[in-house]
């Protein structure tokens, strides 16, 4: 055997040995936190729900989480569920569990996993009074898309630090009902600063608290495909991912 062919194997060796394994490519060292993302419609369909699964898949990359995407119902079973530590609800509409899925997903709830609703997801499941208590509020109305001031209410939560305590942005801004007591309030939306606001002084327009032991985040920025792209609103989401995964 030459010193050159020597050479070559030691080097296809190190290769072989030091290449990432698929599992290291994807998800976090410990392989363990792992999203599933959730975008049934059943009523009206938003266009920037395509924008926002790139974002999100974007986001989970930077922070070395796994990422998956569905919009069959039948993945929420407790095989497929018990995969995830955290299931998102990105602009869901309507009515979009059956009785055995929506069982599924309260079970998986109630055992430690955690969740997460962008925009629509409040205008969805209004017939299941305990997912109106999880996402935190039902969407009532809203006006013509425009320009309105958030105002920061708690500027220390993951989600907002980055946030100046004023913010004017461009959506779609919901008006709700049966808003849940026991939110917590981090951005309150000005009505003073656009038309068409319903909720007065207390317009929370995104949240987060506890069910058991299952961390909840909500927010309701999300309509339009450009938020997706704003840096502001890009960090809120991975704010909000990372409350509920417990990483500050």
Same mark, same amino acid.
């Given at each position: 055997?030459?010193?050159?062919?020597?050479?070559?194997?030691?080097?296809?060796?190190?290769?072989?040995?030091?290449?990432?394994?698929?599992?290291?490519?994807?998800?976090?060292?410990?392989?363990?936190?792992?999203?599933?993302?959730?975008?049934?419609?059943?009523?009206?369909?938003?266009?920037?729900?395509?924008?926002?699964?790139?974002?999100?898949?974007?986001?989970?990359?930077?922070?070395?989480?796994?990422? &998956? +995407?569905?919009? &069959?119902?039948?993945?929420?079973?407790?095989?497929?569920?018990?995969?995830?530590?955290?299931?998102?609800?990105?602009?869901?509409?309507?009515?979009?569990?059956?009785?055995?899925?929506?069982?599924?997903?309260?079970?998986?709830?109630?055992?430690?996993?955690?969740?997460?609703?962008?925009?629509?997801?409040?205008?969805?499941? =209004?017939?299941?009074?305990? =997912?109106?208590?999880?996402?935190?509020?039902?969407?009532?109305?809203?006006?013509?898309?425009?320009?309105?001031?958030?105002?920061?209410?708690?500027?220390?939560?993951?989600?907002?630090?980055?946030?100046?305590?004023?913010?004017?942005?461009?959506?779609?801004?919901?008006?709700?009902?049966?808003? +849940?007591?026991?939110?917590?309030?981090?951005?309150?939306?000005?009505?003073?600063?656009?038309?068409?606001?319903?909720?007065?002084?207390?317009?929370?327009?995104?949240?987060?608290?506890?069910?058991?032991?299952? @961390?909840?985040? =909500?927010?309701?920025?999300?309509?339009?495909?450009?938020?997706? &792209?704003?840096?502001?609103? @890009? @960090?809120?989401?991975?704010?909000?991912? @990372?409350?509920?995964?417990?990483?500050?």
């Amino acid at each position: 055997m030459t010193t050159l062919y020597k050479s070559l194997l030691g080097i296809l060796s190190f290769l072989v040995i030091s290449a990432p394994s698929p599992a290291q490519e994807v998800g976090n060292p410990d392989g363990d936190r792992r999203i599933l993302v959730f975008t049934k419609t059943n009523g009206h369909r938003h266009q920037s729900i395509e924008k926002g699964v790139a974002t999100l898949r974007e986001l989970s990359k930077e922070e070395m989480f796994s990422l &998956d +995407h569905t919009e &069959d119902s039948l993945q929420f079973n407790p095989d497929t569920l018990s995969l995830y530590e955290l299931v998102i609800f990105l602009s869901t509409t309507g009515d979009v569990l059956g009785p055995a899925q929506e069982a599924s997903f309260r079970q998986f709830i109630e055992g430690g996993g955690h969740f997460m609703g962008i925009h629509a997801a409040t205008d969805t499941e =209004y017939d299941w009074p305990w =997912y109106g208590e999880l996402v935190g509020a039902y969407f009532e109305s809203h006006p013509e898309l425009q320009q309105a001031t958030l105002q920061v209410v708690d500027p220390t939560h993951t989600s907002t630090s980055h946030m100046p305590e004023r913010w004017s942005h461009f959506d779609e801004w919901y008006n709700f009902m049966d808003i +849940h007591p026991g939110i917590n309030v981090l951005i309150n939306l000005d009505e003073s600063t656009y038309e068409g606001g319903s909720n007065g002084a207390y317009h929370p327009i995104a949240w987060y608290h506890s069910l058991g032991g299952s @961390r909840v985040f =909500y927010t309701g920025i999300g309509h339009t495909e450009a938020s997706f &792209d704003e840096p502001i609103f @890009r @960090r809120h989401l991975l704010g909000g991912i @990372r409350y509920c995964l417990g990483i500050q």
